[in-house]
């Protein structure tokens, strides 16, 4: 079965420090993946895809097929990146395509 | 208008009420979705609507019944709910049924009494 996993609830840095939210993914064909963000009081949002390959607010991501990991990082971290991170995947099913959610990675920033 | 909107923000409700979840979008686009989200967890997938056409449901209990009456709208009726259905529904679109980006709505808040 499609499963994203990310193992950590909570991820708290200081100001400046490399950051890495971990995703893993079983997935028998090509998925699609995402990041999406939620920052306090705002909607779900797309945050990037692995298609782009760009960097977004300085986070990027790169999928390991190898290691069935997509794993999100920023050099330095800043403070207005705290927030709710959720790695997400899209795969073909019956009826057309569907996105499942990981469990969520909360990061906190600290000054 | 490149927002998804959900009416109510919030909603109370009793078990045997009849109520309705109503998201709307104006960018055209041909795929909607209805997700759960229970406090501290991930959103869940309900149901896919692609040109107005149900194409997916997750075996949601009957007590849901979504509803697409046009391209922009969707809907979700509620009836005979359990106060484990007390959750934030969301509600999302896409220009077409792919794998692309899931624009979202900020949601609509269910207390079932």
Known sequence: A????????LLSV???APVELKCNYSYSGSPELF?????????LQLLLRHISRESIKGFTADLNKGETSFHLKKPFAQEEDS???????????TGGFKTIFGAGTRLFVKA | ????????????????NKKSLKCEQHMGHRAMYWYKQKAKKPPELMFVYSYEKLSINESVPSRFS???PNSSLLNL?????????SALYLCASSPQISAGELFFGEGSR???L
Do not use: I
Request: net charge positive.
């Open chain 2, 110 to 112: 269910l207390t079932v």
């Open chain 2, 1 to 16: 208008d490149t927002e998804v909107t959900q009416t109510p923000k919030h909603l109370v409700m009793g078990m045997t």
């Open chain 2, 66 to 68: 979504p509803e697409c």
């Open chain 1, 14 to 16: 200081f100001k400046g």
């Open chain 1, 2 to 9: 499609q499963r994203v996993t990310q193992p950590e609830k």
């Open chain 1, 83 to 93: 927030a709710m991170y959720y790695c997400a995947l899209s795969h073909r099913n």
């Open chain 1, 35 to 43: 990041w999406y963000v939620q920052y306090s009081r705002q909607r």
């Open chain 2, 77 to 85: 009726h509620l009836h005979a709910l359990q106060p484990e259905d």
